[in-house]
């Protein structure tokens, strides 16, 4: 019998994957609501006393970084919320004193927007991680501390439902909903924002007043602008989000079970290492020739294929191999069919036999979602250091840029094995969606590229952040360095927020800004709504929505 998954082509798979996932900081809501506790701790309308970590505690050096270790804040406080209330005093506080803040979820922000010099306070969201059915609402409330694997146990043990959301499992919700949230579920179910019924944020309007909104789906509902903001513009720009309701729409009744959508009984997972050893230039140019094809030809929010997710991830050859991750659900018709003309399709011509390859694992769900988010040795490093650039694809990659990929990863100028450029397979339902429906606009991709090295020593931080930053602006030199939305591209992704300084007029030399690169043609109606829910501009970082011209 062929050997089952080896563990090595696994962490392959999962240090892609699992270092890709990534939080932007946490917002905002509106039409004020009541509020019960998110935990223990002081009722909404009662004396709110926020836990406070200074720098003499020592607490103090775990709550002032996150995953990126080479972002380390020195804020003078760490505000530590436990309800809405306890937000509302931590905002209204640094309000009167005239405090720059910044707002972590679950501390996966890949660039340095949290922990800033210039942040004076930091309002930490994990203790708002409660996850449960609200029958008001007949919708599940999530906390914007909530981390995405806590979610999955809760939804799946408690109810048999889940949201389609990331696969790293200590992503905290705040962010990574804010920015759209996608993971392996979303080709067949859409992304996380296309289940989001209503969201709670605190807000700071133009007198100064700091007070808690919630924004509903509903055509009638005011505040609904806000909720169409948080639905893939970016944490940190309209408020602080404390916690998400989510509902499939369509979905009616009493029966919490049947309100969200259900993930698979049992997935087969499939991970392929190809070993470099093997790996011509013209075998590696007919692989990636190969994933675009079978992206573009299978990509419909109508194909079989919307049950099989996962990734390419091409990392260095001091690597050894590069990996082929896919997750297929297991129940639907002629599943390892399926999955074996997808190999059949991805391999031809790149000297690996199809038929030579390991059987693909079948695991529940929910264990296989563990294994795979907790697969990561580097992502999982606490020294962990990266530098990260994405794009939006429509096409696959031409001849040219496989070409200058092809070189960056074989270059002995470096040896890393984390540095690697990672395809990750969207499409599908994700594309029944309307670009302006939600705050995503790039519904029509087939794939998101992330060019990225992770390290561990400081000492290599200029040759890793230069072997990334020169493969992204090499592979986009035509449009100035950056994916610019054509026919091949579509800009973006805000979850994976570039590294680069956003004042570094040498990153982007394509004339097309930043936020128009995140936010294509929804970027207009973002900035309305900054004007209305944060008209001062207290909350914002490099990569926020501004405030539209005057």
Request: some cysteine; aromatic content about 8%.
């Amino acid at each position: 019998m062929p050997p089952a998954i080896g563990r090595r082509a696994l962490l392959g798979a999962g240090a892609a994957l699992g270092s890709a996932a990534v939080l932007g900081p946490a917002a905002g809501t509106a039409a004020a609501a009541p509020e019960p506790p998110q935990r223990p701790g002081p009722h909404p309308g009662g004396p709110a006393t926020v836990t406070t970590v200074t720098p003499d505690d020592p607490r103090y050096p775990e709550l002032v970084t996150g995953v990126n270790q080479r972002w380390v804040g020195t804020p003078g406080r760490i505000r530590l919320p436990r309800s809405t209330a306890e937000v509302v005093t931590a905002v209204r506080e640094a309000v009167r004193a005239g405090q720059r803040i910044s707002v972590r979820g679950g501390g996966h922000s890949l660039a340095d927007l949290v922990y800033r010099p210039e942040v004076e306070t930091v309002i930490d969201l994990s203790a708002l991680d409660r996850v449960g059915y609200d029958p008001a609402r007949r919708a599940f409330e999530v906390g914007a501390g909530a981390t995405l694997l806590n979610v999955y146990d809760t939804l799946y043990k408690n109810w048999g439902v889940t949201i389609p959301g990331g696969l790293c499992y200590s992503v905290g919700v705040g962010g990574h909903v804010s920015g759209g949230g996608f993971g392996l579920l979303s080709r067949a179910h859409g992304l996380t924002v296309d289940h989001l019924e209503a969201i709670e944020v605190v807000v700071v309007d133009a007198d100064r007043t700091v007070r808690p909104v919630i924004a509903t789906r509903e055509p009638g509902d005011p505040a609904r602008d806000l909720l169409w903001a948080y639905s893939g513009g970016g944490g940190g720009s309209f408020g602080v989000i404390t916690r998400y309701w989510f509902r499939t729409p369509g979905r009616t009744g009493d029966d919490p079970g049947r309100l969200l959508v259900a993930p698979p009984r049992e997935v087969l997972i499939s991970a392929v290492p190809i070993p470099w050893s093997t790996l011509t230039e013209a075998r590696f140019t007919a692989l990636l020739r190969n994933a675009g094809a079978w992206l573009e030809a299978h990509s419909g929010p109508d194909s079989p294929y919307t049950a099989l997710s996962g990734s390419f991830s091409f990392t260095h050859r001091s690597s050894g191999h590069v990996t082929l991750l896919a997750q297929l659900d297991a129940g639907v018709p002629g599943a390892r069919a399926l999955l074996d003309a997808y190999l059949r399709d991805l391999l031809a011509g790149t000297g690996t036999d199809p038929a030579a390859l390991p059987p693909p694992k079948r695991l529940p769900w929910l264990r296989a979602t563990r294994y795979l988010g907790t697969a990561s040795a580097i992502g999982n490093h606490p020294a962990v250091r990266g530098d990260h650039h994405s794009a939006y694809l429509l096409k696959g990659f031409t001849d040219e840029q496989i070409a200058v990929i092809h070189r960056h990863l074989t270059d002995d100028g470096i040896d890393n094995p984390n540095a690697m450029v990672v395809v990750n397979l969207v499409g599908g339902r994700i594309g029944a969606v309307a670009p302006r429906d939600t705050a995503v606009a790039q519904r029509g991709a087939i794939a998101k590229a992330l060019f990225q090295s992770l390290w561990t020593d400081p000492a290599d931080d200029a040759a890793n952040t230069g072997w990334a930053t020169r493969l992204y602006r090499e592979v986009y030199a035509r449009t100035g360095g950056v994916p610019v939305p054509d026919d091949r591209t579509d800009g973006c992704y805000i979850n994976y927020p570039d590294t680069a300084p956003a004042d570094d007029p040498a990153a982007n030399t394509s004339g097309v800004p930043w936020a128009e690169l995140y936010h294509g043609v929804n970027l207009p109606r973002l900035r309305r709504v900054k004007a209305r829910w944060d008209p001062t501009d207290f909350f914002h970082h490099p990569r926020s929505i501004r405030l539209p011209a005057p």
